[in-house]
Structure formats: structure tokens, C-alpha cells
């Protein structure tokens, strides 16, 4: 079994930085990508920012230019700047994993971070 666990939430000024962080445990054989969502009150979850195993990388428009997403093993880092209100929101981190037993992937979730960015 594999736990995705989240940090670095809290409150900030619009304008400031946070890095979330998300860590993996647990059997881990393949990462096949690290994805970054979020899902502000009333809204539908919507991806932020992903890094796949070939260190590609994809970005919403609404954070491009603002939000990294990077990867250290087992941990995925997603580095917020200028922030915006708009921003905030819970962000959920994603882990696609290939099944050492199936050769299948599987996603993963973290519980989920809350981010809030005042005016």
C-alpha cells in the first residue's frame, strides 16, 4: 500500500509564496507522473501541474509562469508565487504508479492541503 502525505498549506498575502510538498511511502516501483490539483469551494477539481517519469511538464494556464512543479524521489514540490486570491483552494497531490504485480498503473491521493491567499 502506498500513502501520498501533503504539506506546506496555510495562509498568505496575495503576492507571496508557498511550497506545497507531497511525499511518498509505502512499495513504491514505478512513478509514472506527479500531478498537482486543486478544487476551491463550489468549484470542480481542476490539475495544476504535472511532471511525468521524462520530466515533462504541463501547467494550467492560470499558473503558468507562477507555480514549479519538481521531484526529488519520492517526494513531489510544487513552489507558488505571486499568488493570487484566486488561488485559493485544497490542493491534492497525484501519484500515477505502475503495479509491481500487474504492470498496471494506478493512481494515488493525498488528503489534500488547504491553501488560502488573502487580498
Known amino acids: 500500500q502506498v500513502l501520498l502525505v501533503e504539506s506546506g498549506g496555510g495562509l498568505v498575502q496575495a503576492g507571496g509564496s508557498l511550497t506545497l510538498s507531497c511525499t511518498a511511502s509505502?512499495?513504491?516501483?514505478?512513478?509514472?507522473?506527479m500531478t498537482w490539483y486543486r478544487q476551491a469551494p463550489g468549484k470542480q477539481r481542476e490539475l495544476v501541474a504535472t511532471?511525468?517519469?521524462?520530466?515533462g511538464t504541463n501547467y494550467a494556464d492560470s499558473v503558468k509562469g507562477r507555480f514549479t512543479i519538481s521531484r526529488n524521489g519520492v517526494k513531489s514540490t510544487l513552489q507558488m508565487t505571486s499568488l493570487k486570491p484566486e488561488d485559493t483552494a485544497d490542493y491534492y497531490c497525484?501519484?500515477?504508479?505502475?503495479?509491481?504485480?500487474?504492470?498496471?498503473?494506478?493512481?494515488?491521493w493525498g488528503k489534500g492541503t488547504l491553501v488560502t491567499v488573502s487580498s
Open positions: 497525484n501519484f500515477r504508479l505502475t503495479e509491481p504485480s500487474t504492470l498496471r498503473a494506478r493512481d494515488y
Open positions: 509505502g512499495s513504491i516501483f514505478r512513478i509514472n507522473a
Open positions: 511532471l511525468t517519469s521524462g520530466d
